[in-house]
């Protein structure tokens, strides 16, 4: 069959175990095909897969526009390789770069070669093929303002080594002269098949303690601060639309319209030490948007809203079992009730589960506070995005849940 000139020929890089599932799905709608070609490259094996794929993307890497190579992206040659369309098949138009380790336990040297230096090469090999968009998709990796919502301009705080690495990729491809970026900031992702994040993790615990019959506590009373929400076929309906609008303008235009600078927040001795890091007195400026859906969603309201769908209520610890667990060194100790809770859910749904990627397990990042409040009015504005799920709410929840039930891996119970 003969390419569509007409459409967009797309590469997907990274995200197979976190949102780029989506978005090749988001490509593909029932009326037909948004794209002449897709082209996904990520570490993970399809065939047998090595991380969860779901059934949608499997039907979708059937497709004879679709292709999925297996790379290691810290490789500039494979990324270089990668670039090179198939023979008959017109150069890569847009490339959505949803790199970058999410794993909060790695080490800072796996944060600089598999997040800053995946991305360095990337974008430097997309000026080299003159995409017309590059749309860098950026989890909410950021400590902002409890009090407001915070805006683009805002300087807001990168948390932690993988935070603060996430970060300086960013510094790093708005410094690249003549990359058609565009920086997608988004909230803590949520929706069908993704078993990544914490709003996976907040649902799956919930429905432990419903099917105890017992309240689900947190530590951080009074929970009003801001833990924005947003639906995994947004963060892939809002990517492809910054896509569309920056190949139509230009970095320069885009960066008169949405840029704002990308300031410093690392060690100034790093400088000298990663290869590629500018100096910590640059501002590059790039295209940003923040994308969160409209719930203004708090540890408070998610808390409440996935506690009430199992049936169960949501509180905090009192002081002193707060402090306590604050200062407990030991996850294993946090997560003993609701991980022993979660297997007997398992042993005893109809049939037994025997293998599901969803995890009651909450690991130290999932338990920290977080902070994270973002205003989404200027992507609607300016990009004119108009989100698919405005709310997280009762609807969403059971959306998730029962595709996952269909695919056997979510417990089929009772509570206990």
Known sequence: MAADSSKPSVLIFGGLNTCSRALASFLFPADGPLVSFLRIVDKYSVHPATTYIGPDFSKLLERSEVEYRQANLTVAAAIQSAFIPPEGRSAFDYVFDYTGEVRNDRSELIQINNTFAVARILGLEAVKHNVKAYVRVHHPFYETSSKHAASEKDDVKPVETMGIWWHESLRQLASIENLNLVVLRVGFVYGPYTDFGNVISAMTVASVYGYLKKPMKFMWSPGKNPTNTVHVDDVAGGAWACANWISGKGRKAADELAGVPILFHNDKSKVSEVEGMLPHDAKPVAPLFNLVDDSNTTLLSTGKTV??????????????????????????????????????????SDPPITNTPISAYMDKYTLEKHVVGLDNTKIKEIVGYKLIHAEFNHENIKEIVDKWKEQKLWPNVAAA
């Open 307 to 348: 506690s009430s769908f199992f049936g169960t209520t949501f509180e905090f610890f009192n002081v002193i079992e707060a402090a306590v667990f604050k200062f407990m060194d030991d996850l294993e100790d946090i997560n003993e009730h609701h991980v022993e809770g979660w297997i007997e859910m398992l042993t005893t």
